[in-house]
């Protein structure tokens, strides 16, 4: 792959702060595990800013797909080190569990300014965001008011040092001007020659998951095995398009799903209470 730099030149609107060159709290998740390289590279190029501090809290083990779903039970959490240095904190549950135990545990004396969960192995454009425990994480954040970045990008054929880079175009905006507020900031980078930037809502699938294939049956019980089906998009304003053209993607998120156009229709049906 032909190696360069990019340049975020994208403007969002940014809430007014100052860093005023204080210690800046950075909690690093994601959902491959802990175990994953990726996460490695992540906290290794994000360790070499001044005056930031990086705390890595994430799955013990592989946990994709798992949306901002939440184990409910106790959590264990296990000092895990790599090449007998502390590397972060092993949590048994869920991508969100982590996020929240960080926030909650580890930010409770000294509260993180920034959550960034990845760089996950795998895009998460368009309609697979839902299902994304990379997505999810970063929502966690939201939901406790801090900040959030998911980062994603090819399984092969992508320098993941420039993806750390790249994500650091966005600390440091972040950390001059401030954060996008109730917003997660969605970052897929393909693999291949690099076209550039493009900021796109989110839409589409790439993944065909809807299909089953049977493996084995008996009397009470039938085993099926899921395939994954690959597409193109069609549509060239969402991210899965921008995407699959060679580009790396930025996409603001929110937790509200309402489809408001529908409100005023549905309040016209005039269904009500039946009382016996």
């Not at 797909?65 to 959590?75: A, C, F, K, V, Y």
Request: with cysteine; net charge negative.
């Amino acid at each position: 792959m032909k190696c360069f730099k990019l340049i975020l030149t994208v403007s969002i609107a940014l809430l007014s702060f100052t860093c005023n060159g204080q210690d800046y709290r950075i909690l690093i998740s994601n959902d491959d595990g802990i175990e994953s390289p990726l996460l490695e590279v992540l906290n290794k190029e994000i360790s070499k800013l001044p005056n930031v501090e990086v705390v890595v809290s994430a799955p013990a083990k592989n946990q994709s797909g798992s949306s901002q779903s939440t184990d409910g039970q106790i959590l264990e959490v296990e000092k895990f080190f790599k090449n007998d240095q502390f590397f972060g904190y092993a949590i048994n549950g869920r991508p969100a569990d982590a996020v929240r135990f960080g926030l909650r545990v580890l930010g409770k004396e000294e509260p993180f300014d920034l959550v960034i969960s990845g760089i996950n192995r795998g895009a998460n454009v368009g309609n697979v965001s839902h299902l994304s425990g990379t997505v999810g994480a970063a929502m966690e954040a939201l939901y406790y008011g801090t900040p959030a970045i998911a980062v994603s990008q090819e399984v092969r054929g992508v320098n993941t040092e420039t993806s750390a880079q790249f994500i650091i175009q966005l600390i440091n905006k972040y950390r001059r001007d401030g954060a996008p507020k109730g917003v997660v900031l969605s970052v897929n980078i393909p693999a291949g020659e690099l076209k550039g930037v493009a900021v796109k809502p989110m839409g589409d699938a790439y993944l065909n998951m809807g299909n089953y294939s049977l493996k084995e049956e008996s009397d009470n019980k039938a085993t099926y095995q899921q395939k994954l089906g690959l597409s193109k998009s069609q549509n060239k304003e969402t991210d899965t398009y921008a995407y699959q053209s060679g580009y790396v993607t930025i996409t603001p998120l929110k937790f509200d799903w309402t489809a408001y156009e529908l409100l005023e229709t549905i309040s016209s049906w005039e269904i009500s209470l039946i009382k016996n």
